[in-house]
């Protein structure tokens, strides 16, 4: 049992990652992973129809999932479906967060009201608009930084609100009405409904029910282009850029002038009434006709929506965040008996979870056409991906559960925070200007964020050390040698990565704004990184600090990166800041407290230590 126990949980962590690659079946006649795999244009980019839907309910709820109000699961494109064509039925589906207890009371709304825990349906919260609107009017006139949490909160529903009433009128006018009659009818009037409508404003004798449906049609097309945002038209003729895409209003009031209703749009009314009729057949030859129609012009542009789609449903960061769990606990159990065969699963688990988390990054480039760092929930992904990495070079030295176990947290902790951080928006945005350059991404960013990589697991090793000397007995004179061993090298590492990173960002900012050094927050973050980092070197080579001493030194290089890599973001001022987020604010201030209780709990006299007697005998200069 011994011998094949790592390969059992290795074949069963592989399963459930493969699992992901097998596409869930909808239960629907519909096509919904047709429908989902459209591409529209959206913040900047060509995106699927999918994409679209997670980020709106990310956005709205901070989760995909969805219930009616039978309490069953409705699938995210099913749910996107009925917010752009049966808005009636989406507008009841409680899928927005109201959490703060003022805002509560605005809406005359209790938890008893929602789903039994924080999520309301628009029809709720309709009845408080306008108060909520005048509550976030006020708050805008108040410094970002200054708002209180009811003033934040107000202004974060009203936007939430306005996204998903402009997520209505993306393809159809929301107000019921037979969208493709109309379309169809303003087509087949054209020529004469224009002339009734120029007859009627010369006082000249008309057709007055033709020129009331043209110029009602005018208004909705109006209407369409002014609130949407999306541009879900793509260009007709030979031009394919990414400009040349428009919004569904806009496209329709070209028809006044080309005298042709555009036929992406008739397709979008087709499918509308289709599923608004619930009619399976017309609504699946719609969708193929569409996708065969684009893959002649757009067929790049097709292909890598359909293949966003599916990493969508693979949810790689999400699965690998579970197998880093598991390889924490089998590292964890690996210290209380088991030995070899838990220490060897839980490296082969992290090792399978870092290989998912590769895969995961690499198809995140090729959909973006980038590096791999590009904005904070990248920078997140890829801190946790360059720790894992160090933590299996350790653990193929050491191989004493140690690098598992940093690994495993480490891991798991940037995958969480990845998760909050994406539930902002798209995470696959627009580079800003400043930072549209391939080759400095590719270089500065990448260093400085492994730099971060290597400095955050410094510290978490340094935990281990701390935790494993006061809880458990575990800690004798030959681990407590490796784990010095190891935070002295991940630091050496870390310095010199976070050296070179912060001297080619300084190139970087020469090139860009004319200087090398201007004592922005986050280069003074990033030189801090640095001095801290070499301070550490110093107290161990000059032997100004010890054993403990280190680990605490190295504790605290967690409080310094943490405030390089969010801190600096949050101060509002600087050519890095990229605004201030409270819920980051706040997890920032708790991730804070908690290293100084660690590093206070280093500090602590070693007759309180359960392995002091041992450390007594490892201490080294």
């Known amino acids: 049992m011994k011998r094949y126990f790592p390969v059992i949980i290795l074949v069963l962590s592989a399963l459930v990652l493969l699992a992901g690659l097998r596409r869930p079946n909808s239960g629907s006649e519909f096509d919904l992973n047709g429908f989902a795999g459209l591409p529209i244009l959206a913040n900047g980019r060509i995106k699927p129809m999918d994409t679209v839907a997670r980020t709106n309910l990310l956005t709205f709820q901070g989760r995909q999932k969805v219930k009616d109000a039978e309490g069953k699961t409705v699938p995210t494109t099913t749910w996107l479906l009925d917010v752009l064509f049966r808005p009636e039925i989406a507008d009841n589906y409680q899928h927005f967060e109201v959490v703060h207890p003022d805002l509560l009371d605005l809406f005359k709304l209790t938890m008893a009201d929602g789903d039994g825990k924080k999520r309301f349906s628009f029809a709720q919260l309709q009845p408080g608009l306008a108060e909520l609107d005048r509550q976030a009017k006020l708050a805008d006139e108040v410094e970002n930084t200054k708002r209180n949490a009811f003033q934040r909160t107000a202004v974060q529903a009203r936007n939430r609100l306005v996204a998903y009433q402009q997520l209505k009128h993306t393809l159809v006018i929301p107000d019921g009405r037979d969208f493709l009659t109309q379309l169809q009818t303003v087509q087949d009037e054209f020529v004469t409904g224009i002339a009734a409508v120029r007859a009627r404003s010369n006082g000249e004798p008309h057709d007055e029910a033709m020129a009331e449906r043209m110029i009602d049609a005018g208004q909705v097309f109006l209407r369409l282009d002014q609130v949407a945002t999306i541009l879900p038209i793509p260009p007709l003729g030979e031009d394919t850029s990414d400009q040349a895409w428009q919004k569904t209003g806009k496209a329709l009031l070209e028809s006044f002038q080309t005298g042709m209703v555009n036929p992406y749009a008739l397709t979008y009314a087709g499918l509308a009434q289709a599923w608004r009729e619930q009619k399976p057949e017309t609504f699946n030859t719609i969708v193929r006709l569409y996708g065969d129609q684009l893959k002649g012009k757009f067929g790049d542009q097709l292909h890598k929506a359909n293949a966003e789609t599916r990493f969508n449903e693979t949810e790689p960061f999400y699965r690998s965040s579970e197998l880093y769990v598991l390889a924490f606990l089998l590292a964890i159990f690996s210290w209380l008996g088991w030995s070899r065969p838990l220490q060897q699963a839980g490296f082969w688990v992290m090792g399978l979870a870092f290989v998912a988390t590769t895969i995961g990054i690499a198809m995140r480039m090729w959909l973006e056409g980038r590096p791999p760092v590009t904005n904070l929930y990248s920078s997140a992904l890829f801190v946790g991906w360059g720790a894992v990495g160090l933590c299996l070079v350790l653990e193929k030295i050491y191989r004493n559960s140690i690098g598992t176990t ?68 575990s800690l004798d004179q030959d681990t407590a040698k490796q784990l010095e061993r190891m935070v002295y090298g991940i630091v050496c590492f870390a310095t010199l990565f976070s050296l070179v990173g912060t001297v080619l960002g300084g190139i970087w900012a020469d090139q860009s704004w004319g200087r090398f050094w201007g004592w922005d927050p986050k280069e003074n ?32 290089g967690n409080i310094v990166t943490s405030w390089s890599w969010f801190g600096t973001n949050m101060l509002g001022v600087g050519l890095h800041s990229y605004g201030f987020m409270d819920a980051a604010f706040w997890a920032l201030i708790g991730f804070v407290t908690s290293q100084l209780i660690c590093i206070g709990l280093a500090y602590l006299p070693q007759s309180m230590w359960r392995s002091a007697p041992l450390l007594t005998k490892a201490r080294t200069t």
């Open 406 to 473: 940093a690994g495993g947290l480490v891991g798991f902790s940037a995958l969480l925070i990845a998760h909050h951080l994406s539930l902002s928006g798209d995470t696959l945005e627009m580079m800003r200007a400043v930072l549209d350059s391939n080759f400095w991404l590719a270089t500065h960013v990448i260093i400085i964020t492994i730099g971060y990589s290597a400095t955050f697991l410094a510290g978490m090793l340094a935990i281990i050390y701390v935790v494993r000397g006061l809880l458990t007995k």
């Open 525 to 556: 973050g990033a030189l801090l990184i640095v001095i801290w980092n070499a301070v550490i070197l110093h107290a161990r080579w000059g032997g100004l600090a010890r054993t403990r001493g280190i680990m605490a030194l190295a504790i605290f």
